[in-house]
């Protein structure tokens, strides 16, 4: 949950626009009230009624009064806003809890209170808050509910004062804005084990050397906090300084997953798109992934990895695991169409290899970028694709499919390079073909007398 900072109402008072602000805050009543003063006045002159000049002037200046008035008071209204969660998944609600303060010593009159919201979150709320004491306040809150996942401003937080003669409204608005994050919905996945990927935390192939640890018999120089009783004094007694065992542990398994991203390889838009079911699988995995102990990161056909340049551009342990995940989560939410027309770029970022399990969410493919994934596989000990096709997500029930299927070839292809490759259909949970993946990896192993590379 997150806090908004808090405002005040009388910041935004308006001060250059003077009497021209005031009555432009007139209502509908207070213009009445100014035009019949208006106009009995000028009757009772050329009628020369003066008792009808008095009526005149009462009715005109009554809402004039009223806008002076309420223009000068100054009340000390303090606004806060608060969102649970801050970050909410495509489909689900957040609440809005807005809280206003009454600071000065004087109470307040009626209260409308609005908040700005986008209209793809809902209608606009609206408030009437009754006389707040002094040192007094009031909290309401509400919902909001998106389909498409993005990034969405909340704010500002607006007062609108009246009078009690509803003469005059004036609006004051507070500084304070706040984002609300909806992100790709999130699937969880079975914990299968697929053939040729190496297991998690604790198991993983290769060795890192850690700052401090269990006995080991390579020596380092000794560094703040580290355990005396690990001291090898041989090593001391050579180099003249401090010397001490350092150990060897166990490295987190890492698994890189792609998406592609090019806006020519998808077709059709909105929530239920071959695009938002691969961005919703991608984001589904990572988080999966990131429960079993893996070390992760997400890669687009741009180049562009998250976590960043930092380090090996991997997630690492416990409290950057969680960071990196909020990271990616956070991109997820407002990744768009990219303009790139292949997949080199990724390829280059993957020519370093040492990636782990690589798992990629595809949209159309034409010869030349099945080739390029390809040579991806030459480079990670496992490989899962799952190949959207957008034309069977653009069919209607009953129609003839194509009998040009360029799908069917490509996925051919990226089997033969080494891919565990699937065909995505519309209306197919992640879940479901997670699991699909593992019974063709564990086939493939099977059949060929061991486990894959």
């Known amino acids: 949950m997150t806090t908004a900072g808090t405002g005040h109402a009388e910041a935004d008072r308006g001060e250059k626009g003077g009497i021209r602000t005031a009555l432009a805050g007139l209502t509908t009543r207070g213009r009445s009230f100014l035009a019949a003063g208006v106009a009995a006045a000028v009757c009772s002159y050329v009628l020369g009624q003066s008792d009808l000049l008095r ?36 489909g689900s609600e957040a609440r809005v809890h807005l809280r206003m303060d009454n600071v000065s010593r004087l109470p307040t009159g009626l209260l409308m209170l609005q ?30 509910r998106s389909d498409l996942r993005g990034r969405y401003p909340l704010g500002p937080l607006q007062l609108r004062l009246t009078d009690p003669f509803g003469m005059c409204e004036l609006t004051r608005s507070f500084s304070a804005h706040d984002t609300l994050t909806v992100i790709p919905r999130v699937e969880p996945l079975a914990p299968v084990r697929l053939s040729g990927e190496a297991k998690g935390y604790g198991d993983g192939r290769q060795r890192s050397l850690a700052l401090a640890g269990e006995d080991d018999m390579i020596p ?54 071959a695009f938002e079911w691969a961005v919703s699988g991608a984001a589904s995995l990572l988080v999966h992934m990131l429960e079993r102990g893996y ?52 390829y280059d970022v993957l020519r370093g290899g040492n990636e782990g399990l690589l798992v990629a969410f595809l949209g159309d493919l034409d010869e030349e970028q099945a080739a390029v994934l390809g040579r991806m596989r030459q480079r990670s000990p496992g490989a899962v694709a799952f190949l959207l096709d957008s034309d069977t997500w653009l069919r209607e029930p009953g129609d003839v499919p194509s009998p040009l299927d360029r799908s069917g070839d490509r996925l051919r292809m990226l089997r033969e390079a080494g891919w565990t490759a699937l065909r995505v259909p519309q209306g197919t949970s992640v879940d479901e073909l997670w699991r699909q993946a593992d019974r063709e990896r564990s086939g493939l192993a099977a059949a060929s007398g061991g486990e894959g590379p």
């Open 115 to 144: 908040d700005r919201v986008p209209y793809v979150l809902g209608p606009r709320p609206r408030f009437v808050l009754d006389r707040v004491e002094a040192g007094g306040r009031r909290e309401v809150s509400y919902r909001v």
């Open 295 to 346: 070390s992760v990161r997400l890669l687009t056909d741009t180049g562009n990895a998250v976590p960043g340049e930092g380090g090996d551009g991997f997630a690492g342990a416990s409290q950057e695991s969680a960071d990196a995940a909020g990271q990616m989560m956070d991109t997820l939410a407002v990744i768009d169409h990219s303009d790139g027309a292949g997949l080199s770029r990724a």
């Open 55 to 90: 009526v005149g002037l009462l009715l005109a200046v009554l809402p004039l009064v009223c806008a002076a008035v309420l223009y000068r008071t100054r009340y000390r209204v303090a606004g806060s806003r608060r969102l649970s969660p801050a970050r909410v998944p495509a």
């Open 220 to 273: 380092r120089g000794y560094r703040y906090g580290d355990d005396l009783r690990r001291v090898h004094w041989r090593s001391t007694a050579r180099y003249g300084e401090l010397m001490v065992r350092r150990e060897e542990q166990p490295q987190r398994a890492r698994c890189t997953v792609l998406l592609d991203t090019r806006a020519i390889a998808y077709r059709g838009a909105g929530p239920d798109s």
